[in-house]
């Protein structure tokens, strides 16, 4: 292919990927009122699936913190004219994004495959699958744990009783999207720990070195996360990026070829 064959495929690339998207953002923007009423705000209700759970967890056991077996609503307040509007734009976006990631990974693959010799595609096949796999487990994580943990904690904190708490529309975007993508994006660990391994950069032998260190820095973020001092809600974000270390050091290879 001559240069501006390359570019014509390129162009070709792009567009198809912006019909695709454009069609999930209108298929989002319609479905967004349902979604936001069941799904994004489903985490500011006592109902909420994770709530039953831990509720069912405190009537056999004492571990559970007292924060989490108090009645839970959130009042979500918009104070700006225009953030409706444009947080329906916004959430079917990402709403569409998420979507049709699998599929833009897949037209940037077919793009570069050409390119590729025959172990490099099959090496590079198994990471964009197993790469996206682990970013929407990373995302259900930050859904269905980390971020209703922490919103349960930091809404129902009091410095005084005089104090009622009010939650902006705007701030409870932010920490949704940001916890939830967050975590999409640390469960890549093992995928780019795989790839520094296929590249002669990582090895076994580092991470039982520094296994410790691991540890206490894991403990850290989990902290920052979750920002709770009671150990549940920390296990509850500890364990899962612990499994990803170990996940990771799994699949590195174990000695230098």
Same mark, same amino acid.
Request: aromatic share 18%; charged share 15%.
């Given at each position: ?9 390129l ?6 990927c ?5 069609? +999930?953002?209108? &298929?989002?923007?319609?479905f967004? $009122? /349902? !979604?936001?009423?069941? =799904?994004?705000?489903?985490? *500011? ?47 079917? +976006?990402?709403? &569409?994004?998420?979507?049709?990631? $699998? /599929? !833009?990974?897949?037209? =940037?693959?077919?793009?570069? *495959? ?33 971020f ?23 701030? /409870?975007?932010?920490?949704f999207?940001?916890l ?18 296929r ?14 260190h691991?540890?206490v ?24 990026i ?16």
């Amino acid at each position: 292919m001559t240069f501006w064959d390359h570019l014509e495929a390129l162009r070709w690339m792009i567009l198809r990927c912006l019909i695709a998207l454009a069609v +999930f953002l209108a &298929a989002g923007f319609f479905f967004m $009122p /349902y !979604l936001f009423d069941h =799904v994004v705000m489903a985490p *500011c209700r006592d109902d909420f699936f994770l709530y039953r759970s831990i509720a069912a967890l405190a009537s056999h056991t004492s571990v559970v913190p007292e924060f989490l077996n108090k009645p839970f609503h959130v009042e979500v307040i918009n104070i700006k004219l225009s953030s409706q509007l444009f947080m329906h734009f916004t959430l079917s +976006f990402w709403l &569409a994004f998420l979507c049709t990631f $699998p /599929y !833009l990974v897949y037209e =940037v693959w077919k793009f570069i *495959c050409p390119a590729l010799y025959s172990n490099e595609k099959r090496g590079v096949r198994a990471a964009f699958l197993f790469g996206t796999v682990m970013f929407f487990v990373g995302c259900a994580v930050g859904y269905a744990i980390v971020f209703p943990m922490t919103l349960r904690f930091l809404y129902t904190y009091q410095l005084s009783p005089d104090i009622s708490n009010q939650l902006a529309l705007d701030s /409870y975007m932010d920490n949704f999207l940001m916890l939830i993508f967050m975590m999409g994006i640390v469960f890549e660990l093992p995928l780019v720990s795989m790839l520094l391994s296929r590249l002669g950069i990582l090895y076994r032998s580092f991470f039982s070195k520094y296994r410790r260190h691991a540890i206490v820095a894991i403990m850290i973020l989990s902290a920052v996360i979750t920002p709770s001092t009671d150990p549940f809600t920390l296990m509850v974000v500890f364990v899962p990026i612990y499994i990803l270390w170990e996940l990771s050091a799994f699949l590195v290879r174990a000695k230098k070829k």
